[in-house]
C-alpha cells in the first residue's frame, strides 16, 4: 500500500504502459490521493471501502485498476454477460463515468457500454447481446433487462457501486440487493462513497470482504477550497439576490457559468424560465426531462452556450463542469447530506470553486442540519442587498421558537421588520419569483456581534457577527487571479478595490 500518496506518481502505482498513456492524455499529472491509495491495492485483488469527498478522482481511482486487470485478464466475455459492473445512482453519474472510461480505455481494446432508463432498451439490450467487458448501469433498468432475460449476471468478477449514499438516499437498496444476490461469490468488489453512515457502512459488511478502507478526511465531507457562504434572505427576494450574484458572477468573464438547485422541478423550470427572459441563459435538468433533453441541456451548459443551469438534485449527480466556479442553492436542501453532493459540482480537482446558500426564515432548520453534518459554520455573505433580518436573528435563536419552523410547512406568517417587502403571506421555494425591493444590509451574521449564538458558533474563524474578519479575506488571496464575485463583494462592502 502507498503510505504518503503527496509525492507519489502514476509510474509508482503499478499502471500498466497503456493506461499511463491514457493518463497523460487525460491531463493528470499526478494521482490524487484516493487515486494513490486504491490503485494499488485493486491492483492486488483486495476489495475496496472508499470514502471520499466528490470531485477527488474517485472514477479514475477504480476504472484504472479495473481496467488494466480486464486488459490483462485476456478473455472475450460471453454473449449477454458483462466482466465488470460500475452501479451509479443516476443517469447523468453513469454518462460521465462512461466518458471517463472513454477516454482512458482510448489504446485498450476493452468494450464498454451504458444501460439506464429513460431513453430506449433497445440498443443496451444490443450492445449487451454481444458482451461487454464493462457495464456502466443504475440499478433499475439493470433489473429491469434481467428480469426480461436480456442479460446475465454470470460473468461479472469486478463490482463497483459508486456513490453507494445517494444510491441508499434514493431508494435503490432493494435493487442492489437483489443484482447482488445474482452476482458470483468469487469477485472483486470496490464500494465509494462520499459520506459515512451506518447505513453505509451496514451494506458495505454485506458486499466487500475484508476490504482495504480508504478513508479521505471522513469527518470533513466538504471540499476544503469551496468557499461557502450563507445569504439570509426572503423566499420572494430569492430571485432578485440570485439576479443581482449572477450579474456580478458575469459581468467581467464571458465564461462564467453558474449551477443553481431548487427543491422541485417545477420550481427549477420556473426559475430557469425567468432567468432566460432577464437575458440570462439559464436551462433546467430534473427527472422529468428525457434524458435526450437533459443532456441536451448539460452540452448547452458545458459550451457556454447558457450560462446557468437549474437542476434538482438527482439529476445533479454526475455532473462535471470544466471550471465551474459557482454553486448556489437556492433552496435549501432537504437532506444535510444532499449539501455535500451538491457544492461538490465546484471545486472539481483541486480547483476553487464558491458555494452559496439562499436560506429563508422557513429554511432554517435546514441550515442548522447543513452545518451540523458538516461540521461548520457557513460565513455570513458580506454583501446581500437583501438580506433578512428575520432569518438571521432565527439562526442566531434570537427568534421565533425553533420549533415552528422545523419544516417550511410549519411556518407561520411572519412580519418582516424595519421597512422589510414581505406580505407576511408563507410563500414556497416555487413562487418566490415576484419583484421586491431590497431589505436591509447586513450588519453581520445575526445582526450583532454574535450574542445568543452557541459557543461553538462564534468561533473567530467562522465570520460570525460584526466584530469577526470578512468572510471572503482567505479565498481572494487564495485565487490569486483577476478578481472574482467575492473579492468584488468584499471590495463593496470595505470600501476597497478588488
Ligand atoms: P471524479 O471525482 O472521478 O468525478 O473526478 C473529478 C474530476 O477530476 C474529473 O473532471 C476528472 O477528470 C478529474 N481528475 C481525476 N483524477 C485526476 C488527476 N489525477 N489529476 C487531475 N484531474 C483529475
Same mark, same amino acid.
Given at each position: 500500500?502507498?503510505?504518503?500518496?503527496?509525492?507519489?506518481?502514476?509510474?509508482?502505482? /503499478?499502471?500498466?504502459?497503456?493506461?499511463?498513456?491514457?493518463?497523460?492524455?487525460?491531463?493528470?499529472?499526478?494521482?490524487?490521493?484516493?487515486?494513490?491509495?486504491?490503485?494499488?491495492?485493486?491492483?492486488?485483488? #483486495?476489495?475496496?471501502?472508499?470514502?471520499?469527498?466528490?470531485?477527488?478522482?474517485?472514477?479514475?481511482?477504480? $476504472?484504472?485498476?479495473?481496467?488494466?486487470?480486464?486488459?490483462?485478464?485476456?478473455?472475450?466475455?460471453?454473449?449477454?454477460?458483462?466482466?465488470?459492473?460500475?452501479?451509479?445512482?443516476?443517469?447523468?453519474? @453513469?454518462?460521465?463515468?462512461?466518458? !471517463?472510461?472513454?477516454?482512458?480505455? %482510448?489504446?485498450?481494446?476493452?468494450?464498454?457500454?451504458?444501460?439506464?432508463?429513460?431513453?430506449?432498451? !433497445?440498443?443496451?439490450?444490443? $450492445?449487451?447481446?454481444?458482451?461487454?467487458?464493462?457495464?456502466?448501469?443504475?440499478?433499475? *433498468?439493470?433489473?429491469?433487462?434481467?428480469?426480461?432475460?436480456?442479460?446475465?449476471?454470470?460473468?461479472?468478477?469486478?463490482?463497483?457501486?459508486?456513490?453507494?449514499? #445517494?444510491?441508499?438516499?434514493?431508494?435503490?437498496?432493494?435493487?442492489?440487493?437483489?443484482?447482488?444476490?445474482?452476482?458470483?461469490?468469487?469477485?472483486?468488489?470496490?464500494?465509494?462513497?462520499?459520506?459515512?453512515?451506518?447505513?453505509?457502512?451496514?451494506?458495505?459488511?454485506?458486499?466487500?470482504?475484508?476490504?482495504?478502507?480508504?478513508?479521505?478526511?471522513?469527518?470533513?465531507?466538504?471540499?476544503?477550497?469551496?468557499?461557502?457562504?450563507?445569504?439570509?434572505?426572503?423566499?420572494? !427576494?430569492?430571485?432578485?439576490?440570485?439576479?443581482?450574484?449572477?450579474?456580478?458572477?458575469?459581468?467581467?468573464?464571458?465564461?462564467?457559468? @453558474?449551477?443553481?438547485?431548487?427543491?422541485?422541478?417545477?420550481?427549477?423550470?420556473?426559475?430557469?424560465?425567468?432567468? &432566460? &427572459?432577464?437575458?440570462?441563459? @439559464?436551462?433546467?435538468?430534473?427527472?422529468?426531462?428525457?434524458? &435526450?433533453?437533459?443532456?441536451?441541456?448539460?452540452?448547452?451548459?458545458?459550451? #457556454?452556450?447558457?450560462?446557468?443551469?437549474?437542476?434538482?438534485?438527482?439529476?445533479?449527480?454526475?455532473?462535471?463542469?470544466? +471550471?465551474?466556479?459557482?454553486?448556489?442553492?437556492?433552496?435549501?436542501?432537504?437532506?444535510?447530506?444532499?449539501?455535500? /453532493?451538491?457544492?461538490? #459540482?465546484?471545486?472539481?480537482?483541486? %480547483?476553487?470553486?464558491?458555494?452559496?446558500?439562499?436560506?429563508?426564515?422557513?429554511?432554517?432548520?435546514?441550515? *442548522? @442540519?447543513?452545518?451540523?453534518?458538516?461540521?461548520?459554520?457557513?460565513?455570513?455573505?458580506?454583501?446581500?442587498?437583501? /438580506?433578512?433580518?428575520?432569518?438571521? +436573528?432565527?439562526?442566531?435563536?434570537?427568534?421565533?421558537?425553533?420549533?415552528?419552523?422545523?419544516?417550511?410547512?410549519?411556518?407561520?406568517?411572519?412580519?418582516?421588520?424595519?421597512?422589510?417587502?414581505?406580505?407576511?403571506?408563507?410563500?414556497?421555494?416555487?413562487?418566490?419569483?415576484?419583484?421586491?425591493?431590497?431589505?436591509?444590509?447586513?450588519?453581520?451574521?445575526?445582526?450583532?456581534?454574535?450574542?445568543?449564538?452557541?459557543?461553538?458558533?462564534?468561533?473567530?474563524?467562522?465570520?460570525?457577527?460584526?466584530?469577526?474578519?470578512?468572510?471572503?479575506?482567505?479565498?481572494?488571496?487564495?485565487?490569486?487571479?483577476?478578481?472574482?464575485?467575492?473579492?468584488?463583494?468584499?471590495?463593496?462592502?470595505?470600501? %476597497?478595490?478588488?
Amino acid at each position: 500500500m502507498v503510505k504518503d500518496t503527496k509525492n507519489v506518481s502514476f509510474e509508482d502505482l /503499478h499502471l500498466s504502459e497503456d493506461i499511463l498513456n491514457a493518463v497523460k492524455s487525460a491531463g493528470y499529472e499526478k494521482p490524487s490521493p484516493i487515486q494513490a491509495q486504491a490503485i494499488p491495492a485493486i491492483l492486488e485483488g #483486495r476489495d475496496i471501502f472508499g470514502c471520499a469527498q466528490t470531485g477527488t478522482g474517485k472514477t479514475a481511482a477504480f $476504472a484504472l485498476p479495473i481496467m488494466q486487470k480486464l486488459e490483462s485478464g485476456g478473455h472475450y466475455p460471453k454473449p449477454k454477460q458483462f466482466r465488470a459492473l460500475i452501479l451509479a445512482p443516476t443517469r447523468e453519474l @453513469a454518462e460521465q463515468i462512461s466518458s !471517463n472510461i472513454a477516454v482512458y480505455g %482510448k489504446a485498450l481494446k476493452l468494450s464498454h457500454c451504458k444501460v439506464y432508463g429513460g431513453v430506449s432498451q !433497445n440498443p443496451q439490450v444490443k $450492445a449487451l447481446a454481444a458482451g461487454q467487458d464493462i457495464v456502466i448501469a443504475t440499478p433499475g *433498468r439493470l433489473l429491469d433487462l434481467f428480469k426480461q432475460k436480456k442479460l446475465s449476471f454470470e460473468g461479472v468478477e469486478y463490482l463497483v457501486l459508486d456513490e453507494a449514499d #445517494r444510491m441508499l438516499d434514493m431508494g435503490f437498496l432493494p435493487d442492489i440487493r437483489k443484482i447482488c444476490s445474482q452476482l458470483p461469490a468469487k469477485r472483486q468488489s470496490l464500494l465509494f462513497s462520499a459520506t459515512l453512515s451506518p447505513e453505509i457502512q451496514l451494506l458495505a459488511q454485506s458486499i466487500v470482504v475484508n476490504p482495504q478502507k480508504i478513508m479521505i478526511s471522513p469527518d470533513k465531507p466538504t471540499v476544503d477550497k469551496i468557499a461557502q457562504r450563507v445569504c439570509f434572505v426572503e423566499s420572494e !427576494n430569492k430571485l432578485n439576490l440570485l439576479e443581482h450574484i449572477l450579474r456580478e458572477h458575469m459581468q467581467d468573464d464571458d465564461d462564467a457559468i @453558474a449551477l443553481i438547485f431548487t427543491r422541485t422541478k417545477h420550481g427549477a423550470n420556473k426559475l430557469a424560465k425567468k432567468l &432566460s &427572459s432577464m437575458g440570462i441563459e @439559464a436551462d433546467a435538468i430534473h427527472g422529468n426531462k428525457s434524458q &435526450s433533453a437533459r443532456q441536451g441541456a448539460l452540452n448547452r451548459f458545458k459550451q #457556454r452556450e447558457s450560462r446557468v443551469l437549474v437542476a434538482t438534485d438527482i439529476a445533479a449527480r454526475g455532473i462535471d463542469v470544466k +471550471d465551474m466556479t459557482l454553486v448556489i442553492n437556492y433552496d435549501m436542501p432537504e437532506e444535510a447530506e444532499t449539501y455535500v /453532493h451538491r457544492i461538490g #459540482r465546484t471545486a472539481r480537482a483541486e %480547483k476553487n470553486g464558491e458555494a452559496v446558500s439562499f436560506c429563508s426564515p422557513q429554511e432554517v432548520s435546514l441550515l *442548522r @442540519a447543513v452545518e451540523k453534518f458538516i461540521k461548520k459554520s457557513l460565513h455570513l455573505s458580506l454583501d446581500n442587498p437583501f /438580506h433578512s433580518q428575520i432569518a438571521a +436573528d432565527m439562526m442566531a435563536g434570537k427568534r421565533g421558537k425553533v420549533a415552528d419552523y422545523q419544516r417550511p410547512s410549519a411556518v407561520k406568517p411572519q412580519r418582516r421588520q424595519g421597512g422589510g417587502q414581505g406580505n407576511g403571506k408563507r410563500r414556497s421555494a416555487d413562487d418566490s419569483f415576484g419583484p421586491s425591493k431590497p431589505s436591509r444590509k447586513p450588519k453581520g451574521r445575526g445582526g450583532q456581534s454574535g450574542e445568543g449564538q452557541k459557543p461553538s458558533r462564534s468561533k473567530p474563524s467562522s465570520s460570525r457577527g460584526a466584530g469577526s474578519k470578512p468572510s471572503g479575506e482567505s479565498r481572494g488571496k487564495a485565487k490569486g487571479k483577476k478578481p472574482g464575485f467575492w473579492e468584488k463583494m468584499k471590495a463593496k462592502a470595505f470600501g %476597497k478595490k478588488a
